[in-house]
């Protein structure tokens, strides 16, 4: 079953940041990684259960990304009922746990 993926604005904004911070736009290898990125989370949509749920709360799962000790996490959720994934934020897996809150 597949599912739609809407990446939310504060995720498009963890992107960009990310974007700025991997200097990709003078980088290849960095740009190359920042699309694989992307199509990782489209990619979602055809299997987002494969993803484990988070410690914050079992409703939300997140897809982990990258190499150590550049792994990036990708914190979302699903909904059965619209068939979508909603992407909600995307953030360096050394960083701590966050609010449920600060998310929805």
């Not at 963890?14 to 960095?30: F, P, T």
């Not at 914050?56 to 699903?78: C, D, M, N, T, V």
């Not at 994934?85 to 960083?95: M, P, Y």
Request: charged share 30%.
């Amino acid at each position: 079953m597949a599912y739609r993926v809407n990446i939310t604005s504060r995720a498009e904004r963890d992107l960009e940041d990310l974007l700025h911070a991997i200097a990709a736009d003078s980088s290849g290898e960095a740009f190359a990684w920042y699309r694989r990125l992307r199509q990782a989370l489209l990619g979602l949509g055809n299997y987002p259960h494969r993803c484990p749920a988070t410690p914050e709360s079992a409703s939300l799962r997140h897809l982990f990304y990258g190499r150590k000790p550049h792994i990036y996490r990708a914190i979302f959720r699903i909904s059965k009922k619209k068939k979508e994934v909603e992407v909600l934020h995307i953030r360096h897996r050394a960083r701590q746990t966050i609010k449920v809150g600060d998310l929805i």
